[in-house]
């Protein structure tokens, strides 16, 4: 088993919202955990911790439950990591507002019969095949709101954890049902990736490769090599922003089973 994985903020100045983790549990198999952290936008969020110490209580929960909880699922994984993290600042933080921290979520599992997935908001899943071929898991609410609704604050909150909007884990164990979650047979999977939308803009948003090309990059140079690539593009003061922003937290994580 190899695995290889990077993390790097968007402006160094600033604290990296994103999460990354992979372990190897004494029980065999694999875990790799990618979130990426939401940034609301200027303004209370009800919360006197930040994105930061949410990405990290989240993270961790969800690292150590999908390693040792072999028998729960990865939507009562998610459940239960949401809910515990609520309990650590429930007594402190307003967790019904509506931009409460939250957080893109993937997390990948493995043993020797199955690789069982799960992805949540905009960061992205590739699932390799014996073959070659590469399965992107995405779960694309996110991309199916307006770019005039994404542009406004009250528009994009109403559709915030709503039905018919887009969902993120933040204070609501409920969300955990509206993740993308599938198993695989084991031999059908040779490498899975887990990128932030920092990482994948490299395909999805500058269209320098497929995503089986992302994946090749990932095997030959390594996480921080697709991170490089993705600053190296936007840095090109031809190419104009991504988005709203030019340089965003990028994570990524990289495992040949």
């Not at 990591?81 to 307003?94: G, L, P, S, V, Y």
């Not at 031999?187 to 395909?203: I, M």
């Amino acid at each position: 088993m190899r695995i290889d994985l990077a993390s790097e903020p968007g402006n160094p100045e600033h604290p990296n919202q994103d999460w990354v983790s992979a372990s190897a549990p004494a029980s065999g198999g694999g875990v790799v955990v990618v979130l990426d952290g939401v940034t609301p936008p200027r303004g209370d969020d009800g919360c006197v911790h930040g994105v930061p110490w949410f990405s990290t209580r989240l993270g961790g929960r969800l690292t150590e439950l999908s390693g040792s909880r072999r028998d729960m699922p990865l939507e009562g994984v998610l459940a239960r990591a949401i809910a515990d993290t609520a309990d650590a600042h429930r007594d402190t933080c307003d967790l019904s507002h509506v931009r409460t921290p939250q957080a893109t979520v993937v997390v990948v599992r493995w043993d020797e019969s199955y690789v069982e997935h799960l992805v949540l908001s905009d960061s992205v899943l590739l699932l390799r095949g014996p073959g070659g071929a590469v399965t992107p898991v995405l779960d694309d609410r996110l991309d199916r709101v307006p770019d005039g609704v994404r542009g406004s604050v009250a528009a994009t909150d109403a559709l915030r954890n709503a039905e018919g909007g887009f969902f993120t884990a933040a204070a609501d164990p409920a969300v955990a049902a509206r993740a993308v979650t599938g198993r695989t047979p084991r031999a059908e999977v040779l490498a899975v990736a887990a990128l932030t939308d920092g990482a994948s803009r490299w395909t999805d948003t500058f269209g320098e490769g497929d995503w089986e090309a992302c994946l090749d990059v990932l095997r030959k140079e390594g996480a921080r090599g697709l991170i490089g690539r993705v600053r190296a593009v936007e840095s090109d003061p031809l190419r104009p922003p991504a988005g709203r922003k030019r340089h965003d937290d990028a994570s990524a994580v990289y495992a040949e089973l």
